[in-house]
């Protein structure tokens, strides 16, 4: 409400005060008359309905953090649906995720940025049952952004000059596996040169459907998600011709508030209730309070090598010190995996930095104790973690955004030694890297700046 105070003075002021509205958040108009069709669905089996056989599904989720768990099952039990061409971050673990449409014999290829530990995909691949298309996970998610934005391709230097750019690593082998040969092989992609670096075009990604998971959905479809669960789910509600939505609580129009939405209903068709349980992928604690102190915030940026505490002799250590001498105090920082998980045991007392987990987290704490355990609060590698005060949370399109355009101070990678491709005797074309790891550190900043 406005009102005009009147001083005694030739000035006049202006007072503006508000009236705090409760359980709706209107600013301007009270009642409006609005379309009468509902998008909440009571049946999620009569959601999935239109799923036809051959459609590209897009399934958020990173690990089993924000998973369309519900959407999934349902799916699952249509087996008249085959030859789905799912895209991914990855194909879930355990019995969760999209290992169960490969198990129910519905996916025809996978698209997806991380194969893990599944072994039971690995094993489909390599029987030639499955075709798999591995794609960098920054990569991955600009070319599904690039669809919902209406641009038909990116260019990006991963993986220029390498067997993703001459198509040399095959997508499916015939069936009988590797020794019957390939049945369909990589996509080679043109190159082009932007200021003397090369690139490789890669086209954009466009769904047929849609699986998404959300916190909270109001009847028009507006979206909210919660901490890293939001992670590919935002970026999938925007691309698909379909998009349906399981969501853990279905709330009145007017109940959220319009600076709290992450997907403007415009990108939602359908929304069910999430009735599965979330999983945690990997349950990592501290001890108790006291550890969780000492613990170093970085212990679970990706997977843990469980040798942290090494003496000063170790060759590993030895790298991780010589890295941490190039991290200043209040530096923004991304670990990968292996030896960049030392180096924050060799940074000096005085020395505190913002920690960048890919997978949607800026301020990245320790690992939980037992009571602070969250399934939508996990790190890169897919374990459980905490915020420290500051964080924030974050889309996949936002976080490769801030790590590919050179936001961060420092990024350290463990990157292994002759990471290269050639055909062993026993498994021809198939990806074989040495095992000894070595640290990088790249200064992102740098690198922006050409």
Same mark, same amino acid.
């Given at each position: 409400?406005?009102?005009?105070?009147?001083?005694?003075?030739?000035?006049?002021?202006?007072?503006?005060?508000?009236?705090?509205?409760?359980?709706?958040?209107?600013?301007?108009?009270?009642?409006?008359?609005?379309?009468?069709?509902?998008?909440?669905?009571?049946?999620?089996?009569?959601?999935?309905?239109?799923?036809?056989?051959?459609?590209?599904?897009?399934?958020?989720?990173?690990?089993?953090?924000?998973?369309?768990?519900?959407?999934?099952?349902?799916?699952?039990?249509?087996?008249?649906?085959?030859?789905?061409?799912?895209?991914?971050?990855?194909?879930?673990?355990?019995?969760?995720?999209?290992?169960?449409?490969?198990?129910?014999?519905?996916?025809?290829?996978?698209?997806?940025?991380?194969?893990?530990?599944?072994?039971?995909?690995?094993? *489909?691949? /390599?029987?030639?049952?499955?075709?798999? +298309?591995? !794609? &960098?996970? @920054?990569? $991955?998610?600009?070319?599904?952004?690039?669809?919902?934005?209406?641009?038909?391709?990116?260019?990006?230097?991963?993986?220029?000059?390498?067997?993703?750019?001459?198509?040399?690593?095959?997508?499916?082998?015939?069936?009988?596996?590797?020794?019957?040969?390939?049945?369909?092989?990589?996509?080679?992609?043109?190159?082009?040169?932007?200021?003397?670096?090369?690139?490789?075009?890669?086209?954009?990604?466009?769904?047929?459907?849609?699986?998404?998971?959300?916190?909270?959905?109001?009847?028009?479809?507006?979206?909210?998600?919660?901490?890293?669960?939001?992670?590919?789910?935002?970026?999938?509600?925007?691309? *698909?011709? /379909?998009?349906?939505?399981?969501?853990? +609580?279905? !709330? &009145?129009? @007017?109940? $959220?508030?319009?600076?709290?939405?992450?997907?403007?209903?415009?990108?939602?068709?359908?929304?069910?209730?999430?009735?599965?349980?979330?999983?945690?992928?990997?349950?990592?604690?501290?001890?108790?309070?006291?550890?969780?102190?000492?613990?170093?915030?970085?212990?679970?940026?990706?997977?843990?090598?469980?040798?942290?505490?090494?003496?000063?002799?170790?060759?590993?250590?030895?790298?991780?010190?010589?890295?941490?001498?190039?991290?200043?105090?209040?530096?923004?920082?991304?670990?990968?995996?292996?030896?960049?998980?030392?180096?924050?045991?060799?940074?000096?007392?005085?020395?505190?930095?913002?920690?960048?987990?890919?997978?949607?987290?800026?301020?990245?704490?320790?690992? &939980?104790?037992?009571?602070?355990?969250?399934?939508?609060?996990?790190?890169?590698?897919?374990?459980?973690?905490?915020?420290?005060?500051?964080?924030?949370?974050?889309?996949?399109?936002?976080?490769?955004?801030?790590?590919?355009?050179?936001?961060?101070?420092?990024?350290?990678?463990?990157?292994?030694?002759?990471?290269?491709?050639?055909?062993?005797?026993?498994?021809?074309?198939?990806?074989?890297?040495?095992?000894?790891?070595?640290?990088?550190?790249?200064?992102?900043?740098?690198?922006?700046?050409?």
């Amino acid at each position: 409400m406005f009102s005009i105070a009147r001083s005694t003075g030739p000035i006049t002021r202006i007072r503006l005060t508000a009236n705090l509205l409760t359980r709706r958040y209107l600013s301007v108009v009270a009642e409006a008359k609005r379309p009468s069709k509902s998008k909440v669905w009571a049946s999620v089996d009569e959601a999935v309905k239109d799923v036809k056989s051959g459609d590209t599904l897009l399934s958020g989720g990173f690990g089993l953090c924000g998973i369309p768990e519900t959407l999934i099952v349902a799916l699952s039990k249509r087996t008249d649906v085959k030859d789905l061409v799912a895209v991914s971050n990855n194909a879930g673990a355990q019995e969760h995720g999209l290992v169960r449409l490969i198990k129910s014999g519905q996916l025809n290829r996978i698209m997806i940025s991380y194969l893990g530990g599944n072994k039971f995909l690995e094993q *489909a691949y /390599l029987n030639g049952d499955i075709g798999i +298309e591995l !794609v &960098p996970q @920054g990569t $991955l998610v600009a070319r599904l952004n690039a669809h919902a934005a209406g641009y038909p391709a990116i260019y990006t230097p991963t993986g220029a000059g390498t067997r993703v750019e001459t198509g040399g690593i095959p997508i499916q082998y015939n069936p009988g596996g590797v020794k019957a040969g390939v049945k369909i092989p990589g996509n080679k992609k043109d190159a082009r040169v932007f200021n003397g670096r090369r690139h490789i075009l890669e086209p954009a990604i466009a769904g047929d459907v849609a699986f998404v998971h959300a916190w909270k959905a109001d009847e028009v479809g507006n979206l909210v998600f919660r901490y890293t669960a939001n992670n590919y789910n935002a970026v999938m509600a925007r691309n *698909a011709k /379909l998009t349906i939505v399981e969501a853990e +609580e279905i !709330v &009145p129009v @007017g109940s $959220l508030s319009p600076n709290s939405i992450h997907v403007p209903g415009i990108f939602v068709d359908r929304i069910v209730k999430a009735t599965e349980p979330k999983s945690i992928e990997v349950l990592a604690l501290a001890k108790n309070k006291d550890d969780q102190k000492t613990q170093s915030a970085t212990a679970g940026t990706e997977h843990s090598t469980g040798h942290e505490h090494e003496t000063s002799n170790d060759w590993r250590h030895r790298i991780a010190a010589r890295a941490a001498k190039e991290i200043k105090d209040g530096f923004y920082v991304n670990l990968g995996v292996g030896i960049p998980t030392l180096v924050p045991e060799h940074l000096p007392s005085d020395v505190s930095v913002w920690m960048e987990s890919e997978n949607g987290i800026l301020g990245m704490g320790p690992y &939980p104790t037992e009571d602070q355990v969250d399934p939508d609060i996990i790190n890169a590698g897919k374990e459980t973690t905490t915020l420290v005060p500051g964080a924030s949370t974050f889309d996949s399109i936002e976080s490769f955004n801030m790590i590919r355009g050179g936001h961060l101070d420092v990024t350290v990678l463990g990157v292994r030694l002759s990471m290269f491709i050639y055909p062993p005797p026993s498994t021809p074309g198939y990806a074989s890297i040495s095992s000894r790891r070595h640290c990088e550190l790249h200064d992102s900043r740098q690198a922006r700046q050409g």
